[in-house]
Every structure is written in C-alpha cells, then in structure tokens.
C-alpha cells in the first residue's frame, strides 16, 4: 500500500540532508562540547554552527539563542522562567498543552492566570489582550500559529502591546517554523520558541529564543551550560540536526537571513485539497477557513459523522491524519482548540486534521480527495444518523 502522509504538524520525515549533517555526530565525532581537548572542540564548533543557523532563521542574535529538548521545554522554560507567585500571566484557551498545562500549574503556584477567549476564527482579540492587563502582568504567552487549525495570531499587535506595556512576551512558534518567515525582531517578543521536529529535523530537540536582558531563571541546575540557562551535556547531534534543518527551513519559508520561500507550492496543494474535499462532499467546512493560516493545515468538519471512524477508515486505506479528539484516560474528549472556538462537540469531534508536508506532491492530494470523499460517504451510509 503506497502510504500518504499529510500529519506534519505532529512531526515531520527527517531531512535526507539533515541526517547526513548528524550522521557524524552519531558515530566518529563524540566529544563533549565542554571538553577543553580536539574532541569537545569539534562538538562546540559543530554546536557553534547551529547556534548561527538557527539564529539566523529565527532574526535573533546566536548568544540569544538556548538549546532545550523540544517546544514542551522551550515553553515551559519561557513561562516557569519568568512568572513568579503573586504575577499575572495572559495566555490563551488555544494554546498547545505545553503551555496549557503549564499555566495551569503556575496558577497552583501562586501565579493569577488569564486565558484569553477566541473567536470562530479561532483568533485571539487584541482589545481582549489589552482588557486584561494588570499592574502586576508579568507575562504574555500567545502562540504564533496554531496546531490544529494553522491559524496565525496577530503576533506582531501584541508585541507592540506587550512593548509598550513593558511585559515581557513569549511566543510559541513550533508550528510556525518552517511555515512562515519568522522575526523575533519584527514580532517583538522576548522569548519565542521552536522544535526541530517540525521542520524535518530529529525528535527531542529544539531551542528557545531569549532576548538580551531578559530574566529568566533556568529550569535545571547543574554545569553552566547554554550561558547558565539550560544545564546538561549538550546534545550535539541532535544540535546539529536543529541547525541543518533550521538553514533548510530558512531557505524554503524566507528567514530575514533569506527572503525566498517555497511556501507558495504548498499552500496552492492545501488550497487543492480543501476545495476538492469541499466539491466532493457534503456538509463539510473549513474551521477557521477565512482566517490568515499557515499555509500546509486545513482543518475539516464532517457533519453527521464519527470523526474517529472516519480517521480510522483513511488510516486503513493509507492516509494518516490528524482527529479532533484527544484520548484522554480512555474518553475522546474533543478539542479544546475547537470548543474554545464555540464549536458545538459533535462538530468537534467529528473534526480532521490535514497538514502537508513540504515534500506532498499533487498525486497525493488528489488520492487523499478521493479516499475522503469514497470514506464519507461508506461511513453516513452506515450511520443511522444520516440515514
Ligand atoms: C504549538 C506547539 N507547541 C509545542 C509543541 C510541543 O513540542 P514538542 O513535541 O517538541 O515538545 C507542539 C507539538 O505538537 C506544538 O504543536
């Protein structure tokens, strides 16, 4: 069975050329980046290297830049690094669970929490944001773009706000590297984080973007790694792999380093396969559809239908999406993301995400059209709902 692949916003294929930028690494070159002797000078070029890479995909200076494990890390790091009890922090209802969760925590901590409501299109108000201001904000935490939808928040209005309010302001930009040309400098924040295994690098590694002067204590205790900010060994191949992967990105979604982008191509493949999956099936819609969005996620609402069964028929015939559930201790409870954005649950659960990778090809978008459309119909034929 030729296998189609459109989940990519919950990891990607590595990079040919990124495995061979790691392979090294993995094998002849093992030194601690600590070491004072040639084996940890080669790892703490190599990790050097990839400090610039991704500085230079992200518009950051490279002393800005601090290695984590991933986006969980890196958010977790950004929000525990900086509120303290007695602060206020404003996050949003539609942040991913690295940082949901972690507010969450804070607020037993001591920390007083907001979570901004958003609209049908699944954005954020920035009249909301500066409604909820307090003396004591210490923290603004909106994501760039979403995961499930690909909707992108007005980052750069709250930059402005959080600047001028003199609130530090981390953005969560996982699903927009490689996505979107991104700026620190233009967004305005002062923490902003990303994950290699987005963008066609390897799992278990990422960095977070911290701005001259801002505060943050660290996470973990141990040697002075990362300028005292992330204790622990370096992991150099995976280092290594973020770098590659971070100058691939830079060149295929524009970088301030390099304005050129392959973007175009794969929004025109999402546009496709949304409209023939729209043409060819009724009641459905986009969620969020008119909203500015990454351009490789479209997010599907099947009506009258079971959003599983309808995930487990195409994985079946070989196409891997993503549901709008999320198993938790064994009920599907359906998307936050999706009930923040006032969907009723049976909508939401009934929900699908596709989201291509930079390497989907037309053949593959239009298979996955057909199989949707043959599986939708099979499935409400069987359903009593529908009949
Ligand atoms: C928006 C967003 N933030 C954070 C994460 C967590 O990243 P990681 O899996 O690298 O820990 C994800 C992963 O899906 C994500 O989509």
Redesign the pocket.
């Given at each position: 069975m030729n296998r189609i692949y459109m989940d990519a916003?919950?990891t990607t294929r590595l990079d040919q050329a990124v495995f061979e930028a790691i392979r090294p690494w993995l094998l002849d070159n093992f030194g601690n980046a600590s070491s004072a002797h040639h084996h940890g000078r080669q790892s703490r070029g190599a990790v050097e290297t990839a400090r610039g890479q991704v500085a230079a995909l992200l518009g950051c200076g490279r002393d800005e830049v601090v290695f984590t494990s991933?986006?969980?890390e890196g958010?977790n790091l950004a929000l525990f690094g900086l509120a303290r009890p007695g602060d206020h922090l404003i996050t949003t209802a539609i942040e991913?669970h690295?940082v949901l969760h972690a507010a969450e925590r804070l607020q037993k901590l001591g920390v007083a929490v907001t979570f901004l409501p958003v609209g049908s299109d699944c954005l954020i108000d920035p009249d909301d944001l500066l409604r909820a201001l307090r003396p004591n904000t210490r923290l603004i935490s909106v994501?760039t773009a979403n995961?499930e939808t690909g909707t992108i928040q007005p980052v750069e209005a709250i930059g402005r706000i959080a600047a001028e309010a003199d609130i530090y302001f981390h953005t969560?930009a996982?699903?927009a590297a490689g996505k979107l040309a991104i700026d620190a400098n233009r967004i305005g924040c002062d923490l902003l984080a990303i994950?290699a295994?987005?963008m066609h690098g390897p799992q278990g590694v990422?960095a977070l973007c911290v701005r001259r002067g801002t505060p943050l204590e660290p996470l973990f205790f141990g040697g002075g790694h990362e300028r005292q900010r992330r204790a622990g060994t370096e992991n150099v191949a995976g280092i290594v792999g973020l770098g590659k992967a971070a100058e691939l990105a830079a060149a295929f979604a524009g970088a301030p380093s390099h304005p050129s982008s392959g973007l175009r191509g794969l929004s025109a493949l999402r546009d496709r396969l949304e409209r023939g999956i729209l043409e060819r099936v009724e009641d459905c819609g986009v969620n969020a559809g008119a909203a500015p969005r990454v351009p490789n996620t479209t997010n599907l609402w099947f009506d009258q239908l079971d959003g599983e069964a309808l995930f487990i028929a195409l994985d079946l015939k070989g196409l891997a999406v993503s549901g709008g559930s999320a198993c938790a201790s064994g009920a599907a409870e359906p998307s936050h993301v999706l009930t923040a954005m006032g969907l009723p649950k049976d909508r939401a659960r009934a929900s699908l995400r596709f989201s291509l990778a930079k390497d989907a090809t037309v053949d593959e978008v239009e298979t996955a059209i057909e199989l949707v459309a043959a599986s939708v119909g099979r499935l409400r034929k069987i359903s009593p709902a529908f009949a």
């Open positions: 916003n919950a991933g986006g969980t958010d991913h690295a994501m995961n969560d996982v699903q994950a295994h987005k990422g």
